[in-house]
């Protein structure tokens, strides 16, 4: 009771400032390949999010917020350090492992006198350190009965559906199991809405009445972009969208490259659930199967699949940030504590043709950010300067009252919160992709973005292309306009600007790799 009204009477300087016992919470909630475009705050096309648009209509709703390596392993790494990806060493999912000996958040947060617990994905394959608690997946976890792994080292089986228990397990950290002298930092790591997107039970029929309007860039033909051509993330291709796997078309016999692995994340389901679960889909399969489709109708069919899965687990998603606002109410911890919402990054939901993330275009480099405020924090609606996954690191610092050290890389949205809008404020970001050759075949690209709307991309490896494009104009990233004739001035720009960021962050191998 104290330390609340203690709180409610700082101004926030010197809340900021003052004793562990008058500082702000932080609850910390990220979702994985969860989207702009599916978060009704955002976008109103699609699916409704009310309890995530609830943080937004009481605090605030980042519009230009973006990642600095659009991948889960990465945007963890990058948000833990509050460095681009190759200063904390953990540039990709696939031979990374996130090295705890270096400098992190959680431990400056826990050497500043808060408690730092972490629930759900971890995804960064150490163990984890500068946490007084956790409870996490192994590797990308499972949506039914999911495995565990506890501080003891131990894995233990979780009867339930995953966001529901990550949800449980983070209500329950906070009502029993912390120390109600300190404040805290809780990071809730959602699996959802990640690959192959396996509904709760109690969804399993939602959305089945509804027909998604199909992006208009579905058919995509990738002209003037090689990398874009390149990939292998289209819905349309069975090779990468798996009919069975991701669309969930099973049927006996079938041995599509990822039946397997859809058999045993299913097979992980209570055997009543599963009947319904079979009942509803093998009706559907075997409609699928007799109709025959092929060319755009089985695309556009697999599109439909896609969005309807994928909102099922968002509504889960929805249910359960809902629930975690409520119980910071009803505990009386609401109006002290800053909760944050966001993904590891966003995805396409049928733009370009594609799913998945990884390209620096607008979809997938984009995140969402929304923040309920806490009592002294004044600003309000949407905030329009560029921020990215590497603020946050330095954000809680600032929020706890502790010293930013020089090494992060990513700036205190703190002034923001405040309801400032420092002139200063950065112009550009830069974003570092480095997972090629790999599943989904994107190139290893980097570039640089700036706030009048501008994007210079080079992709290299085995490849040496440069994309250019106004997103004034072209908003979806259609016309690459590199080396056209005009363009030679903002060309120059930047290009200037692309090495004066890889020199501020140090990023040496990427300097050499310009060629210009
Ligand atoms: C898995 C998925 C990919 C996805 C990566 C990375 N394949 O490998 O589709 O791009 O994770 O996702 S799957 O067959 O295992 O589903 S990330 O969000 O963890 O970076
Ligand atoms: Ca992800």
Redesign the pocket.
């Known amino acids: 009771m104290q330390k609340k009204s203690l709180l409610l009477l700082l101004p926030v300087a010197a809340a900021a400032g003052a004793a562990a016992q008058g500082r702000y919470n932080i609850v910390y909630i990220m979702t ?2 969860h989207t702009a475009q599916m978060m009704s705050c955002y976008d109103n096309r699609f699916v409704q999010t009310p309890n995530l648009d609830r943080i937004a209509a009481d605090g605030v709703k980042f519009v230009r917020s973006y990642v600095a390596n659009s ?3 990465p945007s963890r790494a990058c948000m833990l350090t509050g460095k681009h990806s190759h200063k904390n060493g953990f540039t990709n ?1 696939e031979h990374g492992i996130f090295d705890g000996s270096q400098q992190t958040m959680p431990k400056l947060m826990q050497q500043a006198g808060y408690q730092t617990a972490i629930i759900g994905k971890w ?1 960064l394959v150490s163990t984890p350190t500068g946490f007084d608690y956790y409870d996490i997946v192994p590797g ?1 976890g499972d949506y039914y009965n999911p495995d565990f792994i506890k501080m003891d080292g131990s894995t233990v089986q979780e009867k339930g559906y995953i966001t529901n228990l990550i949800t449980d397990k983070a209500i329950d950290w906070m009502e029993h199991r912390r120390d109600r002298q300190k404040p805290f930092i809780l990071f809730i790591h959602h699996k959802a809405c ?3 997107w396996l509904p709760e039970m109690k969804y399993l029929r939602a959305y089945e009445d509804q027909t998604f309007a199909t992006p208009p860039t579905l058919y995509d033909n990738y002209e003037g972009r090689q990398a874009a051509a390149a990939q292998e993330m289209e819905i349309g291709n069975n090779r990468h969208m798996d009919i069975v ?1 991701d669309t969930k078309m099973y049927r006996p016999g079938a041995d599509t490259r ?1 039946t397997d ?1 859809y058999l045993s994340m299913i097979g992980r389901m209570d055997t009543r659930d599963r009947a319904d679960y079979d009942c509803f889909y093998d009706s559907l399969s075997a409609d699928f199967y007799r109709r025959n489709l092929s060319g755009r109708a089985l695309t556009e069919f697999k599109y439909q699949r896609y969005m309807r899965d994928y909102a099922k687990v968002l509504k889960s998603l929805d249910d359960n940030v809902g629930r975690t606002l409520d119980y910071l109410k009803a505990s009386g911890l609401l109006d002290s504590t800053l909760v944050v919402y966001t993904s ?2 966003g995805f396409y939901m049928g733009e370009h043709g594609w799913f ?3 390209f620096m275009y607008e979809e997938s480099f984009s995140t969402p950010l929304v923040m309920r405020l806490p009592e002294g924090l004044k600003a309000r609606g949407d905030i329009s300067e560029m921020v990215q996954n590497i603020d946050y690191a330095p954000t809680f610092l600032d929020i706890a009252g502790a010293p930013i050290p020089d090494d992060i890389q990513g700036v205190s949205l703190l002034p923001l919160l405040r309801g400032e809008h420092p002139k200063n404020w950065r112009k550009s970001l830069y974003y570092h992709y480095h997972e090629y050759p790999a ?2 075949s994107v190139k290893r690209h980097y570039g640089v973005s700036t706030a009048d709307g501008w994007k210079l991309i080079h992709f290299y490896n085995d490849i040496d292309v440069w994309e250019l494009y106004n997103l004034n104009d072209d908003p979806q990233e259609l016309h690459n306009i590199y080396g056209q004739p005009g363009t030679e001035k903002v060309t120059k720009r930047l290009m200037k600007e692309l090495v004066r960021l890889q020199q501020q962050y140090d990023d040496a191998d990427a300097l050499k790799k310009n060629g210009k």
């Open positions: 994985d390949d991948l889960s392993g999912n995804h990308q990640h690959r192959c796997y990822l692995l590891d990054q998945d993330k990884r599943e989904h």
